[in-house]
């Protein structure tokens, strides 16, 4: 993770990821939005099943009649709680889900062409599940305390996945490796996870069906500049 033997790494090129991921998206659309579909199905069934409890719990707020306090405890009950432990763990598995996307990104960047095999491939998927399942939870616990802490999760570690699948790092190597890359290139990194974030609150909408172009063209944008600070990409647009 070092800079090569003393000379400067050249300025990230944000403008040239975009154009990059762009190019990079047109040709293999059907095969990221492909990809991307399971992703999508996740998200739709935990956003489907979390609607109407939604609507329960907002009775437990400020009940005004028998009836929401009584759908207020019914909510609250082992039965009626089951249902948020599953769109919970559906959040989770969608998150993980991503990893088709993320090894075809990657791919691109080296110019493979992505397919199946980004999805199925076992290589690295138990780090990769463990990464995403502790670096989501320091992202929504650093929210819960007050936003910028998981903002700072956010910036820090976005390219921890990359590392996981690209290099075999486990999750502390790979925090601390995408950590590194973060504190050295401060302005570019946060720009990067901006960016992201737009595209990922974008591709929630609508049950997540954006997220057949958001998630693949953000993950395309994301591992060019992660192939910039770690080494050049060798498949530019």
């Known amino acids: 993770m070092?800079?090569?033997?003393?000379l400067p790494r050249p300025p990230v090129e944000i403008g040239k990821a975009?154009?990059?991921?762009?190019?990079?998206f047109r040709p293999n659309a059907g095969a990221f939005?492909?990809?991307?579909?399971?992703?999508?199905?996740?998200?739709?069934?935990?956003?489907?099943g979390t609607t109407s409890i939604q609507n329960v719990l907002l009775d437990c707020v400020n009940p005004q009649s028998p009836g929401q306090e009584n759908a207020c405890s019914v909510a609250l009950s082992p039965s009626g709680l089951a249902p948020i432990?599953?769109?919970?763990?559906?959040?989770?598995?969608a998150y993980i889900a991503q990893i088709g996307v993320v090894r075809g990104?990657?791919?691109?960047?080296?110019?493979?062409?992505p397919g199946i095999t980004d999805l199925i491939e076992s290589r690295n998927f138990g780090r990769y599940a463990l990464f995403v399942i502790v670096y989501r939870i320091l992202f929504f616990v650093g929210i819960a305390l007050c936003i910028l802490?998981?903002?700072?999760?956010?910036?820090?570690?976005?390219f921890g996945q990359y590392f996981v699948l690209d290099r075999g790092m486990g999750v502390i190597q790979a925090m601390k490796a995408s950590a590194s890359l973060a504190s050295r290139h401060?302005?570019?990194?946060?720009?990067?996870?901006?960016?992201?974030?737009?595209?990922?609150?974008?591709?929630?909408?609508?049950?997540?069906?954006p997220m057949l172009f958001t998630l693949p063209f953000a993950s395309l944008f994301v591992a060019n500049v992660y192939r910039q600070l770690t080494e050049p990409p060798s498949a530019e647009g």
């Open 85 to 93: 432990g599953i769109a919970v763990a559906l959040v989770f598995l």
């Open 18 to 24: 975009i154009g990059w991921s762009w190019q990079a």
């Open 149 to 158: 802490p998981g903002l700072l999760v956010l910036v820090f570690f976005q």
């Open 186 to 209: 401060l302005a570019p990194v946060a720009t990067v996870a901006l960016i992201a974030a737009v595209l990922e609150l974008v591709g929630g909408i609508l049950y997540g069906l």
């Open 105 to 113: 990104a990657l791919g691109a960047t080296r110019g493979v062409r």
């Open 33 to 48: 939005m492909g990809l991307a579909v399971v992703v999508v199905l996740l998200t739709a069934a935990q956003q489907i």
């Open 2 to 6: 070092s800079e090569p033997s003393g």
